[in-house]
């Protein structure tokens, strides 16, 4: 039973956001989006009963007309690029640590009880022995990882100076609809496919990720919600499953019907972790969450959502 509690969801016209929003208000939340479209698309959200605000989280008195109303907050809104972190720091700076600043304060503010926010395992505690878990030290190494170490520092300090429950959702990297406009490896890996380019690689292949398909996330979100959970929180929501990049090509490859696909591999890049996988376990205990999706239902049905949805049916 949710009383039509009413949910700011900040980012929500994005990626992970058009599969939460649809959840939410499908278990009867009443929800409001804030986005700027930068990276995120209103037709993500066409048929569905949420209301939408075109606003930036920078802007103090648009999130302070979203946030009003609302009795909890999921900030999805953020830079989420590595790679652009490291060519425009500043930029990444203004977006995922003021940004998250004025969304905890505008919570605070308003007098909003509750704020789960999305953090990433992987870039903020950097080169790390796998599998890493919330006790693990974070190091970042490019700054989206240390944007987002910043944000959950944030949270702490408001949890214990002002009584506000958050909750940071460490992200493990999330797949999945709705994700055209990410520039993440597999859906580079599908354009080239789909192109009849080789699949790039940086490096040798060997450096792996922790793949979640969005529907767990949404699902780890929604519970982050529900149950009550001390503030400042921080929790991991992942597979558990080591995927190296090579192996993620050859998945995908497989997923479009063409094993053996051809790959041109390139030098690695600066700022990127080498290998990464999480433990779920505290989620698990906390929230009573376990991933749904394997790694190879999720990347098959995602493959045949970008041919649908993003090739046109080719």
Same mark, same amino acid.
């Given at each position: 039973?949710? $009383?039509?509690?009413?949910v700011?969801v900040t ?9 939460l ?14 986005? #700027?479209?930068?990276?995120?698309d ?5 048929g569905?009963d ?5 606003? @930036?989280?920078? @802007?103090?008195?648009a999130?302070a007309s ?7 907050v ?11 972190s490291?060519?425009?720091?500043a ?5 995922n640590?003021l940004?998250?600043f004025?969304?905890? @304060?505008?919570?605070?503010t308003?007098?909003?009880? &509750? ?8 870039a903020?505690?950097? $080169?790390?022995?796998p599998?890493?878990?919330? &006790? ?18 944030y949270?702490h %300090?408001?949890?214990?100076a ?5 909750v940071?959702?460490?992200?493990? #990297? ?10 993440? %490896?597999? #859906?580079?890996?599908? *354009? ?16 792996s990720? $922790?793949y ?9 979100? *929604? ?8 503030g ?9 499953v080591?995927?190296?990049v ?12 063409l094993?053996?696909?051809?790959v ?5 890049? *600066?700022?990127?972790?080498?290998? #990464? ?5 505290l ?7 376990t ?24």
């Amino acid at each position: 039973m949710t $009383d039509e509690r009413g949910v700011l969801v900040t980012g929500g016209a994005g990626f992970v956001g058009a599969t939460l929003v649809r959840r939410l208000t499908g278990s009867g939340y009443r929800v409001r989006v804030l986005d #700027n479209y930068s990276t995120g698309d209103p037709a993500h959200l066409a048929g569905v009963d949420a209301e939408l605000i075109e606003g @930036d989280i920078r @802007d103090e008195l648009a999130l302070a007309s979203a946030v009003g109303g609302m009795q909890a907050v999921v900030h999805l809104a953020a830079a989420g690029s590595v790679i652009g972190s490291i060519q425009d720091p500043a930029a990444n700076f203004e977006v995922n640590v003021l940004g998250t600043f004025r969304v905890l @304060d505008a919570a605070r503010t308003a007098g909003v009880q &509750q704020v789960v926010l999305a953090s990433t395992g992987g870039a903020l505690i950097g $080169d790390a022995e796998p599998p890493v878990d919330e &006790q693990s030290l974070p190091k970042p190494i490019s700054p989206y990882g240390a944007s987002k170490l910043a944000g959950e520092g944030y949270a702490h %300090a408001f949890a214990h100076a002002y009584g506000l429950r958050t909750v940071a959702v460490r992200f493990a #990297n999330v797949y999945g609809p709705w994700s055209e406009r990410k520039r993440g %490896a597999m #859906n580079l890996f599908f *354009q080239a496919i789909h192109a009849g380019q080789p699949i790039v690689i940086y490096g040798d292949g060997s450096a792996s990720r $922790d793949y979640i398909h969005v529907d767990d996330i949404a699902n780890v979100l *929604q519970l982050a919600l529900e149950r009550e959970l001390p503030g400042g929180t921080v929790l991991h929501a992942a597979s558990g499953v080591e995927t190296t990049v090579a192996e993620l090509a050859e998945l995908c490859s497989q997923a479009a019907g063409l094993p053996g696909y051809p790959v041109e591999r390139l030098p690695a890049r *600066q700022g990127e972790v080498g290998r #990464n996988f999480a433990s779920y376990d505290l989620a698990s205990k906390l929230l009573g969450y376990t991933p749904t999706v394997t790694r190879e239902q999720g990347i098959s049905s995602t493959w045949q959502w970008y041919r649908e949805h993003v090739f046109n049916g080719s």
